[in-house]
Each structure stands twice: as C-alpha cells, then as structure tokens.
T-cell receptor
Framework: DADVTQTPRNRITKTGKRIMLECSQT?????MYWYRQDPGLGLRLIYY???????NKGEISDGYSVSRQAQAKFSLSLESAIPNQTALYFC????????????FGPGTRLTVL | GEDVEQSLFLSVREGDSSVINCTYT??????LYWYKQEPGAGLQLLTY?????DMKQDQRLTVLLNKKDKHLSLRIADTQTGDSAIYFC???????????FGTGTRLKVLA
C-alpha cells in the first residue's frame, strides 16, 4: 500500500470553480508539503506544514489555501481556479527527527478550462 | 542565489551507462538527492549524499560529488528500458526543510 496517497488523481474543472485536492499519509511524518510541477520548471513549493498548527506559505502560494486536518491529512484548495493553475500537484511528507528526506505522493493532474 | 541546474534530455542505448549531471550553488552543509519520476507517477527517492562525501554506490547507481565545482552526477550502469524516466536533482541545506529542485532530466533508453 502506498505511504502517501492523493485524491483525485485527475481532475478537469472550469475557471472560477473551487477545487480541493487531498493528501493522506501513513508514514507517521510530522511535516507535509504541497508542490506544483510545470514542464521545464521543476517543482515549486506552494505551502508547507510542520505540524497541525503550523502552516506556512511557500514560494507560490497566491490563489491557494491549505488545511491540515490531522497529522496525516493535508489538503490544498484552489478558491477560484484559473487556467494557469493547470499543472501536476504533488504532496510530500518528511520526518523532522529522521533527516527531513521528503517522500512524494503519486500526484494529481489538474486541468482548468 | 540558490539554483540547481540540469540538462533537459539524455538518450542512451540499452546496456550502456547513463550519466546525468547536476550543478548546485549552496556552499553550506548540504544534502543532495536524486529522484526518479516515471510517467504518471510521483517522485521516487533513489539515493542521496551528504556534502562531506565524494561518492556513494547502490547497486547500479553511483553518485559522484565534486564539491569544488559544485557538481553532482548520477551514473546508471547497464541502463535498461525501465530506467526511462525524468530524473530530478535536489539540494537541501542541513538543518532546513527547504528543497531546491532542478528542472529534471528526461532519460530515454533506446532498445
């Protein structure tokens, strides 16, 4: 079974719609992250959370919000989706007491029309 | 500033060795990672090296680190078609959470 899961795996939506992407982990890690991947740009950090009450903006947080519902769950919301948010979104986790190596989920491919 | 650079494409024949290169800029104590991304999948951690090491070997994978030139390479011996993927280099300063990713190198293995 996958340690880091993301739902949905694929989503097509329209401009202006609110979208939520969900991430769950069974690794027992305290830290969770949301990235987006665009061709030729690598991965860019959207938000990160060091524990349930500690949430921080990454380099490209505008247009996104997050919620850390539990240590194992971290969701990403697009309040009003726009076409340039079409991308591949990855959740990752790490353990602060075990070196902070990040482990990634399988990704969500989001298309905004 | 912080930057990690990789070439975008590499093509090799099955059975040959592949060498994927990466340059980084952080001069602090640094962890350097290699991740593999297969089509439709997430990033799979292959290996990592700390900046006080010169080399790390794990089965078909060899990581070489040239600290003077801030150059990292991943060598895959006896490359197979299943090695076709995008390979990401990333760096992280020790004591911090922040990863800096390269743009990824797409490896194509020709039969």
């Amino acid at each position: 079974d996958a340690d880091v899961t993301q739902t949905p795996r694929n989503r097509i939506t329209k401009t202006g719609k609110r979208i939520m992407l969900e991430c769950s982990q069974t690794k027992g890690h305290d830290r969770m992250y949301w990235y987006r991947q665009d061709p030729g740009l690598g991965l860019r950090l959207i938000y990160y959370s060091f524990d349930v009450k500690d949430i921080n903006k990454g380099e490209i947080s505008d247009g996104y919000s997050v919620s850390r519902q539990a240590q194992a769950k971290f969701s990403l919301s697009l309040e009003s989706a726009i076409p340039n948010q079409t991308a591949l979104y990855f959740c990752a986790t790490s353990a602060s007491l075990r070196g902070d190596t990040q482990y990634f989920g399988p990704g969500t491919r989001l298309t905004v029309l | 500033g912080e930057d990690v650079e990789q070439s975008l494409f590499l093509s090799v024949r099955e059975g040959d060795s592949s060498v994927i290169n990466c340059t980084y800029t952080d001069s602090s104590s640094t962890y350097l990672y290699w991740y593999k991304q297969e089509p439709g999948a997430g990033l799979q951690l292959l290996t990592y090296i700390f900046s006080n090491m010169d080399m790390k070997q794990d089965q078909r994978l060899t990581v070489l680190l040239n600290k003077k030139d801030k150059h990292l390479s991943l060598r895959i011996a006896d490359t197979q078609t299943g090695d076709s993927a995008i390979y990401f280099c990333a760096e992280r300063t020790s004591g911090t959470y922040k990863y800096i990713f390269g743009t990824g190198t797409r490896l194509k293995v020709l039969a």
